[in-house]
């Protein structure tokens, strides 16, 4: 398993953006795909997006497909999502995950695909 850690959270208003950051440890950053999923209170976790671990193909939920955009810098152990137009909507913990991968184009979108998680971050967006 990798350790993860977010930051970047925080208070914006709608319309506003915000960029998440999930730093993990390991040499083997690029061997591993990596989710972002949210969960707001009272709610399930829920996918947001997600990108292969050699990072050229990216999953989204059609709820942030045109706002959100996933990416990775293998050389920085990092993955990102920039979050923008966002909305009340989009406040929620959100989480990245990671899963080892041998395909080099999966995206899994299920919170039961990952292993590995980090503590979350808070994004809260007023209205």
């Known amino acids: 398993q990798v350790q993860l850690v977010e930051s970047g959270g925080g208070l914006v208003q709608a319309g506003g953006s915000l960029r998440l950051s999930c730093a993990a440890s390991g040499r083997t950053f690029s061997g591993y795909a990596m989710g972002w999923f949210r969960q707001a209170p009272g709610k399930e976790r829920e996918f947001v997006a997600a990108i292969s671990r050699i990072g050229s193909r990216t999953s989204y939920a059609d709820s942030v497909k045109g706002r959100f955009t996933v990416s990775r810098d293998n050389a920085k152990n990092t993955v990102y999502l920039q979050m923008n137009s966002l909305k009340p909507d989009d406040t929620a913990v959100y989480y990245c995950?990671?899963?080892?991968?041998?395909?080099?184009?999966?995206?899994?979108?299920?919170?039961?695909?990952?292993?590995?998680w980090g503590q979350g971050t808070q994004v809260t967006v007023s209205s």
């Open positions: 995950a990671a899963v080892l991968q041998i395909l080099p184009f999966s995206t899994p979108r299920a919170v039961s695909e990952y292993d590995s």
